[in-house]
């Protein structure tokens, strides 16, 4: 096999692959961060929303509603979902001290009781979504499966839009500025306990999306948010926690080195390399790439 | 000298003193009745302890919250099983699981004290799970399976000889472990050494400007916990007949964490009560719902919520006041006693 065609039929194939992931990985990411970026929040339960996305798509589907029905729709479900959990559980310890460590523990205690929830009512086996789209498309001669090239053109979409609403409209001012000083914004007029709550609900909305869109490439099944988590929050840290540029360029990053690493070694290594990636770029800035949320 | 820590520690030896003089007296009716499964579950309490005492050991006193330590309990627990499939002896298990989680938490450390706060939290929590993925994968190591099969151990203890399979034979002799264990950190506490630790929990800024070095602090804590936990670990093969990467799993870590809150952090001894407490309370309903990570789960949540001090931590402030109360003469003798107030 020559050079042009380990490019064209190998090398070609798994970078998108690694897109594809990676544009969904950037979704769970940006909730995570700015939910950090803004809260102070560790979310722990971040990957069983996102999974609660999967399940959605999953149920909403079976209950025989087209996919693109269920994206719109799933978003819109989970925000009352997160402000109850804001409501009752964040802001509950949010004023004690150890802010870090109570809503990290809280959350985390979520995150056991959704998994558990899922396994209940879903049962414990994978389930699989069917994609919207199938077939593939001939790029430049690469074969690339529709649903996945769908799937990296309206994550870039969103990740824009998500973008542009924080760094280009009121609302954005707003976050940012009670992420830099709440104290100050709230004394400004700005209604930080309302952005608080709208903004762990973007974020929540985010994994949930995400949840959606990775459900036809993998499998559906509970304990799916604490496999995903751990690659989520090594984004977060590299990129630096609460930046979002951060998490897109760590998030494309580390799922491009996870996607190539497999290439050339067995795939049971590639977590452990990206895991090594991470240590490396704190080993240089222990505080990620990128400034905090607010801060830059 | 005596000061607020000191006074403060009072109140859980007493707590330990009871703990003790109770699991004796409940394994001795339970030995009495001809009872193996509940001294088993104890042991296996005891034993999920150890991970207890090794997150109380950062959380409580040096201040910084470690979701990963069930590897170095793993680490513990896989040297042991792998010795003990060779050469049966418990010494040598014991020692190796000892070097074994001392070596691992060196190169845990360097990586984890690099970073703070909540970083330190989630490095410690991706040690681990990157751990155990590697020894699910592994096939030397069993995979996905463990290794099954240790053989059960004779204990030589000079005088006397306990069989692992002994459930209250080696029942006492975790029991006394454990405790040689909380004595032992309980001892170290009181150092100067141990001071360094708890000045870091409450301002880390101003360790170096009293000549101290953080980061040494902070390894030495960070090992002697990954020592403690590899320590307990070591047992556990010799309990159930085999380890499995459940061992280092996120719940394993989890547990540890909630069996702390529950007990009390930085009481040391909560660790001990919250592990007991849980290890029970998942068998109880294990045995009517296979959905215990709900009431786990939950209890998780209610403790950070309504019983941010622990079970213990409510009532070791009544237990310190009435330790203040008693006669001097039950003082430590010949101690100078100098109160410092907080």
Do not use: C
């Amino acid at each position: 096999m020559g050079f042009a065609d380990y490019i064209q039929f190998v090398l070609a194939p798994q970078i998108i692959n690694g897109l594809a992931l990676g544009t969904a990985v950037v979704l769970v990411a940006l909730g995570l961060t700015i939910i950090f970026g803004l809260l102070d929040v560790i979310n722990m339960s971040h990957g069983e929303f996102y999974a609660i996305g999967a399940f959605g798509a999953f149920g909403l589907s079976a209950a025989g509603l087209n996919f693109w029905i269920s994206l719109a729709l799933i978003p819109i479900l989970m925000v009352p979902f997160a402000v109850v959990v804001e409501r009752l559980l964040i802001r509950r310890v949010f004023d004690g001290d150890g802010r870090h460590v109570s809503t990290l523990l809280l959350t985390f205690g979520l995150s056991l009781v959704l998994e558990d929830l899922l396994k209940v009512v879903f049962g414990p086996n994978t389930h699989s979504v069917a994609a919207p789209v199938s077939g593939a498309i001939d790029v430049f001669g690469v074969t690339v499966p529709t649903y996945r090239l769908l799937l990296i053109g309206l994550g870039a979409a969103l990740v824009s839009g998500i973008a542009l609403l924080i760094y280009r409209t009121r609302f954005g001012a707003v976050v940012r500025a009670a992420a830099f000083d709440r104290h100050m914004s709230a004394s400004l007029g700005v209604p930080v306990g309302l952005v608080y709550a709208a903004t762990f609900a973007l974020g929540v909305a985010l994994a949930g999306i995400a949840g959606v869109l990775l459900a036809p490439l993998y499998s559906v099944f509970p304990t799916m948010g604490r496999d995903f988590i751990l690659l989520a929050f090594s984004v977060v840290i590299v990129g630096g926690m609460g930046s979002i540029l951060g998490a897109v360029i760590a998030g494309l990053a580390l799922t491009q080195i996870q996607a190539l690493a497999s290439l050339v070694i067995s795939p049971v290594w590639a977590d452990p390399i990206v895991f090594g990636a991470m240590v490396l770029v704190l080993t240089f800035r222990p505080r990620g790439l990128f400034e905090r949320l607010g801060h830059a | 000298m005596r000061d607020q820590q000191s006074k403060f520690m009072r109140a859980s030896h007493v707590l330990m003193l009871f703990f003790l003089v109770a699991a004796l007296i409940l394994s001795a009716i339970g030995a009495g009745l001809g009872d193996a499964f509940y001294i088993r579950l104890g042991t296996e309490a005891l034993i999920f302890a150890g991970i207890g005492l090794s997150v109380d050991l950062l959380l409580g006193f040096t201040g910084v919250l470690s979701l990963g330590q069930a590897l170095y309990f793993g680490i513990g627990a896989y040297a042991s099983a792998l010795v003990l499939l060779r050469v049966p002896s418990f010494w040598l298990a014991l020692v190796v699981a000892g070097s074994a989680s001392f070596v691992a938490s060196i190169f845990g450390g360097l990586i984890a004290n690099r970073v703070r706060g909540v970083y330190f939290t989630l490095i410690s929590l991706g040690l681990a799970q990157v751990a155990a993925k590697i020894v699910y994968n592994t096939r030397e190591l069993g995979a996905s399976d463990g290794i099954i099969g240790v053989p059960v151990v004779q204990v030589d203890l000079g005088l006397l000889s306990v069989s692992s399979d002994d459930p209250l034979g080696f029942f006492l002799l975790v029991l006394a472990i454990v405790v040689a264990l909380y004595t032992i950190l309980s001892y170290v506490l009181e150092t100067p050494f141990g001071r360094i630790l708890i000045a870091l929990k409450a301002n880390e800024r101003r360790v170096p400007f009293l000549g101290y070095s953080v980061w040494g602090a902070r390894m030495a804590a960070y090992v002697l916990a990954g020592v403690v936990a590899g320590l307990l670990g070591a047992l556990d093969p010799m309990l159930r007949g085999f380890v499995s990467p459940e061992l280092m799993s996120f719940m394993t870590s989890g547990n540890a964490v909630v069996s702390v809150l529950l007990g009390g952090v930085g009481t040391l001894v909560g660790a001990i009560y919250g592990s007991v407490f849980l290890v029970l309370l998942k068998s109880v309903i294990g045995s009517w719902s296979e959905h215990h990570q709900i009431v786990v789960g939950s209890m998780f949540m209610m403790v950070v919520l309504v019983l941010p001090r622990g079970v213990i931590g409510v009532i070791h402030p009544w237990l310190r006041t009435l330790l203040s109360r008693l006669p001097p003469s039950l003082d430590r003798p010949g101690s100078p006693v100098r109160e410092v107030e907080s």
